[in-house]
């Protein structure tokens, strides 16, 4: 679906959203067809409304194909803008942040610019969904990314993996100033795969990189100059990782994937308690008895609980306390699998959740954003 060697943004001049709005203000948008593969966050903006960004096609086999998707949308689910962005090759958009002049910052992949297989690029856009500059970051092998972080005084962490020589997968990050500059590059791992899934930013400035580790989690602490402060692996029974993490009193609450040993091979939603100084203090998980399911975002509420949203059968949300305990768990959606890719607090205290269905065939997706009440509920 490329046209041109040039970057560019087109604005698509139909819509194939189908959903419904209920009377108390919940609704579900799903855009389907060939223009709509995934939407892998969303955040709120200052005029009221909401920017879900992703891929216009999303496969995990070849062929790859697809641009950029960026769409702003009312709370009540109608669509303002819809753009697309992208050149010869493939793009995809993993993240979206907030910058102080209302407009953003999109992070994703792009193998049409660069300087190997695909990189990491590092899109601003206006209000208005018009392009403002791009920056790409890597070498010339693939770099994958799973997340941007925005850090305090403005800087943002770019992360995910890079490929070595050797073929393994290496921790990878990229601190860049507001305007994009590269201001520090990490690179680590001495395993088979180590990827970073998630971030966050600690009171005194230090960074915490959320790890998997070929079957195994941890966590590596960065200082604002991306030195190593300290580094934990995991090594439990089963094959487990977090997928998200989330500040808690005094440490760390980490959501993500669990598989046990047994011949069936069950995989189950992560959640993981750390101090600190990342030390492990307690692991639990809870899932669908049937189904495979894990948590991939995480939101800590102002009350101190948590919201989890994850990849399974039915698109499941769910809030759990403190210590781990299951308040109250949905199914956002149909039978088919669906994944939780992006959660936005809403001031009434609903969510807005951003994510992706999949297809029949198994091997693409459409997608799919929903608002949902403080209860994880869809009247309709």
């Not at 419904?20 to 609704?27: L, M, N």
């Not at 992360?159 to 520090?184: H, I, K, N």
């Not at 580094?231 to 669990?258: S, V």
């Not at 993981?272 to 492990?280: P, T």
Request: proline share 3%; glycine share 12%.
């Amino acid at each position: 679906m490329k046209r041109s060697r040039r970057l560019v943004l087109l604005i698509a001049l139909s819509l194939c959203g189908l959903g419904a709005v209920s009377a108390a203000g919940t609704w579900v948008r799903a855009f389907e067809g060939a223009n709509y593969g995934a939407f892998f966050d969303v955040v709120l903006t200052d005029d009221g409304h909401a920017v879900a960004v992703g891929t216009t096609n999303h496969r995990h086999v070849p062929p790859y194909s697809g641009d950029v998707l960026l769409m702003k949308l009312t709370l009540g689910g109608d669509v303002v803008w819809e753009r697309t962005w992208g050149g010869d090759g493939y793009e995809q958009a993993r993240s979206i942040a907030r910058v102080a002049d209302g407009g953003f910052l999109v992070f994703g992949e792009t193998d049409s610019l660069g300087a190997g297989d695909r990189d990491f690029f590092l899109l601003k856009i206006a209000a208005d969904g018009s392009e403002e500059w791009v920056e790409v970051y890597g070498g010339p092998r693939r770099e994958w990314p799973y997340g941007m972080l925005p850090l305090a005084g403005g800087d943002v962490l770019l992360y995910g993996f890079t490929t070595a020589e050797s073929e393994a997968r290496c921790q990878y990050a990229v601190r860049v100033t507001p305007d994009g500059a590269l201001m520090w590059e990490y690179v680590a791992g001495d395993a088979n795969e180590e990827l970073i899934l998630d971030a966050l930013q600690t009171a005194t400035g230090d960074i915490v990189l959320c790890l998997s580790i070929d079957e195994d989690g941890g966590l590596v602490k960065l200082n604002e100059h991306g030195e190593v402060q300290w580094a934990h692996r995991y090594e439990l029974a089963g094959w487990q990782f977090p997928c998200a993490i989330a500040p808690a009193d005094d440490g760390f609450f980490l959501a993500g994937f669990w598989m046990n040993e047994t011949p069936r091979r069950q995989a189950d939603t992560w959640l993981v308690r750390c101090s600190a100084s990342g030390q492990l203090q307690w692991a639990t998980s809870f899932g669908d008895p049937i189904h495979d399911d894990y948590a991939q975002e995480i939101l800590r509420l102002d009350d101190g609980t948590y919201v989890i949203g994850g990849l399974g059968n039915g698109m499941p949300l769910s809030r759990v306390s403190q210590d781990g305990d299951v308040l109250w768990s949905q199914l956002l959606a149909g039978a088919r699998v669906h994944a939780v890719e992006g959660l936005a607090a809403l001031d009434d205290g609903g969510f807005l959740v951003a994510g992706m269905i999949q297809i029949t065939n198994g091997r693409s997706y459409d997608a799919i954003v929903l608002r949902v009440d403080a209860d994880g509920r869809i009247d309709q």
